[in-house]
């Protein structure tokens, strides 16, 4: 159902469409305000712009809800596995078992990258920031698979979309066993997706790996939680890239690009570093008064979210399964949660993150559980992007059926010089 709302501008008064969608905010259709007044909107960081509709990821940031396909991420997180979302996010319904275990099978014959791939990683530096890597690599991969590069062909789309689910933690494992100086490990057919990415991550050709079963659940409980989040920045940099024609690939990397820095998917890297930095509950009053601090630029790295107002479901399910990972490994009192744990008590009492409603968000625990399986910090993002690769290309998809879509080009305030004459060097002196 839509209404209209009006809208005065000096002399004109223009009737814009309001659009309601299934649940959330409705929306103000602004698509011929400039042809109608000459003027524009003007919403730096899009803090009150939806840039597309779509039907994949609902948000409600004061409740703290977050449902995939209308799916509660605590359901999805407690019930299924990671392919079963991936499948939920790509086709918009829950497989029967018949199309989960052929989307299974599909996506694990697509788990080897071509050979040439390994030349392709030995031209990076040992000590390259494993992000740096999979930005290259994946942007890399339009080189190797051009028979999946044309957006125009459907067939050609669903190849390119199986092969970035199922390559990316062949890449991810790729990066990691190259930055540690340790061979390549090919995957393996007889895996489920979280312990192949296990095997290939940990296995050494010394000796058998076995891979423990509460991890790899626990770690693809972790995968869901990342897998999607609506219109977040690397999100809306994959669907502006893929506006252009680019190809997915090129459109993935683009995601990865931007992810990687340290107020998005950067932030659970960040955070970890931050906690060590602490180091003990003691020194937690210094760090907070320094977050609170105007004219400090620190901020509780894993606190605070664009959308989320309230509690951020993901930071409840990931501190449960921090508990149950630190459980498993025998760990039992890891100085790093004693200082989040204690962090987030104080934070959560204080007037300024009561106030500017800042609460722990899905960065804040994740990297105490990443460290805890043997990952080092820089790999924490990289685990971030082989989730959220899913997510865009479902948003990719969407973008590229949708018969509106078009070239995504804002425009902007100009605040500067006004028309001037040129001015040879000889008369500037
Ligand atoms: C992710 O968008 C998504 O969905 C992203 C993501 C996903 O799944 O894709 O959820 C993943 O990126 C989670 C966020 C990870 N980033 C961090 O944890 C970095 C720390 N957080 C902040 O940088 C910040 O909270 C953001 C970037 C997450 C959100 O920033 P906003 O929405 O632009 O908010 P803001 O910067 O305008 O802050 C509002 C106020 C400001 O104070 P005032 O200027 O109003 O006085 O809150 C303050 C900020 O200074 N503030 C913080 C803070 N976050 C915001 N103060 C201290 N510590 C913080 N963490």
Request: glycine share 6%; proline share 5%.
């Amino acid at each position: 159902m839509s209404s209209t709302s009006t809208l005065n501008v000096d002399d004109k008064s223009v009737e814009l469409a309001v659009k309601e969608g299934t649940i959330g905010p409705s929306v103000v259709d602004i698509s011929k305000l400039y042809a109608q007044t000459g003027m524009f909107t003007y919403d730096p960081g899009f803090t009150s712009t939806a840039a597309c509709e779509s039907k994949i990821t609902y948000i409600d940031g004061d409740k703290g809800i977050l449902l995939y396909r209308g799916y509660p991420i605590e359901q999805l997180a407690e019930h299924g596995d990671f392919l079963e979302t991936c499948y939920l996010l790509l086709y918009g319904e829950l497989p029967t078992a018949a199309q989960k275990a052929d989307f299974d099978y599909r996506v694990t014959r697509h788990t080897m990258v071509h050979d040439q791939m390994n030349r392709f990683f030995t031209g990076f530096r040992r000590d390259a920031h494993p992000m740096a890597v999979m930005v290259g690599s994946v942007g890399a991969l339009s080189a190797f698979y051009h028979d999946s590069t044309d957006i125009s062909d459907p067939h050609q789309r669903m190849v390119a979309s199986m092969r970035m689910i199922a390559k990316m933690p062949t890449l991810a494992a790729m990066a990691y066993k190259y930055s540690i100086g340790q061979p390549f490990v090919y995957p393996q057919n007889d895996l489920d997706y979280t312990s192949n990415f296990l095997r290939m991550c940990f296995a050494v050709p010394a000796e058998d790996y076995k891979v423990n079963p509460v991890l790899s659940r626990a770690l693809d409980r972790i995968f869901i939680l990342h897998a999607d989040h609506e219109q977040n920045a690397s999100t809306s940099t994959v669907r502006l890239a893929g506006s252009s024609g680019a190809n997915p690939f090129a459109c993935i990397a683009a995601g990865i690009a931007c992810l990687w820095g340290p107020a998005h998917g950067g932030a659970n890297e960040a955070a970890l570093k931050m906690l060590e930095e602490i180091g003990t509950p003691e020194r937690i009053p210094e760090y907070i008064a320094k977050a609170k601090d105007k004219n400090d630029p620190f901020r509780l790295m894993g606190f605070g979210h664009r959308v989320y107002k309230n509690y951020d479901p993901r930071a409840r399910i990931m501190q449960k399964t921090t508990h149950e990972v630190l459980n498993e490994l025998g760990i039992k009192d890891d100085p790093l949660l004693d200082v989040a744990v204690e962090l987030e008590q104080i934070a959560l009492k204080d007037e300024y993150f009561i106030e500017k409603k800042l609460y722990p968000n899905i960065d804040f625990y994740s990297g105490i559980t990443l460290k805890a399986m043997g990952f080092p910090t820089s790999m924490f993002t990289v685990l971030f992007a082989l989730a959220r690769t899913v997510g865009w290309i479902a948003q990719w998809s969407e973008m590229i059926e949708d018969p509106s879509q078009r070239i995504g080009r804002p425009r902007q305030l100009y605040t500067g010089s006004p028309k001037r004459e040129y001015v040879t060097l000889a008369q500037r002196g």
